[in-house]
T-cell receptor
Framework: EDKVVQSPLSLVVHEGDTVTLNCSYE??????LLWYKQEKKAPTFLFML????IEKKSGRLSSILDKKELFSILNITATQTGDSAVYLC???????????FGKGTHLIIQP | DSGVTQTPKHLITATGQRVTLRCSPR?????VYWYQQSLDQGLQFLIQ???????AKGNILERFSAQQFPDLHSELNLSSLELGDSALYFC????????????????FGEGSRLTVL
């Protein structure tokens, strides 16, 4: 059975800290890994990764994929209270099955 | 705003009842996906439609059904509701059927929160 596991499940840090969120996967027919941010309602797209070792960056957020070890990390530097959200990792298997999501990491940034 | 519209936003009903959730995908998107999000299970894929035809089924119960209409909007029907069906139901759309050239990115609606009492 395809599996996506995120850790930690919950994380509380102070504003200005750097955080690293983890996502590991055991799936067949891997095509890409995606990160989403979910604040109050709809998940919004952050990154899509297909190749190992190539870092994707957007402002203070960055992500990298290791296809050999089957994991990805999402880094957020100089965190702000607006970064508080659930961060979802999902794997696209290249078939017709949509995305397989992990349970998410609930990140809380305290002022 | 993702461009995906879901109604209703909130719905409270009793056990044993039936409800219909509605989704309008982004303009031009042919694929519609339904997901269920509960506190303990995370986002679970239910079903996918592409241009009116069912393409894939995930963890969808037999009490649930969906369809996509010629104008590409989709409806998710939930019947014989149980307490455990209380969840946030998301619709998402993407431009085309999954193929080797797609990225897998989905555009999510705001969700319909269903509470079964």
């Amino acid at each position: 059975e395809d599996k996506v596991v995120q850790s930690p499940l919950s994380l509380v840090v102070h504003e200005g800290d750097t955080v690293t969120l983890n996502c590991s996967y055991e799936v067949t027919n891997f095509r890409s890994l995606l990160w989403y941010k979910q604040e109050k309602k709809a998940p919004t797209f952050l990154f899509m990764l297909t190749s190992s070792g190539i870092e994707k960056k957007s402002g203070r957020l960055s992500s990298i994929l290791d296809k050999k070890e089957l994991f990805s990390i999402l880094n957020i530097t100089a965190t702000q209270t607006g970064d508080s959200a659930v961060y979802l990792c999902a794997v696209f298997l290249g078939g017709a099955d949509g995305l397989t999501f992990g349970k998410g990491t609930h990140l809380i940034i305290q002022p | 705003d993702s461009g995906v519209t879901q109604t209703p936003k909130h719905l409270i009903t009793a056990t044993g009842q039936r409800v219909t959730l509605r989704c309008s995908p982004r303009s031009g998107d042919l694929s519609v996906y339904w997901y269920q999000q509960s506190l303990d299970q995370g986002l679970q894929f239910l079903i996918q439609y592409y241009n009116g035809e069912e393409r894939a089924k995930g963890n969808i119960l037999e009490r649930f059904s969906a369809q996509q209409f010629p104008d590409l909007h989709s409806e998710l029907n939930l019947s014989s509701l149980e307490l455990g069906d209380s969840a946030l139901y998301f619709c998402a759309s993407s431009p085309r059927f999954w193929s080797g050239s797609t990225t897998g990115e989905l555009f999510f609606g705001e969700g319909s929160r269903l509470t079964v009492l």
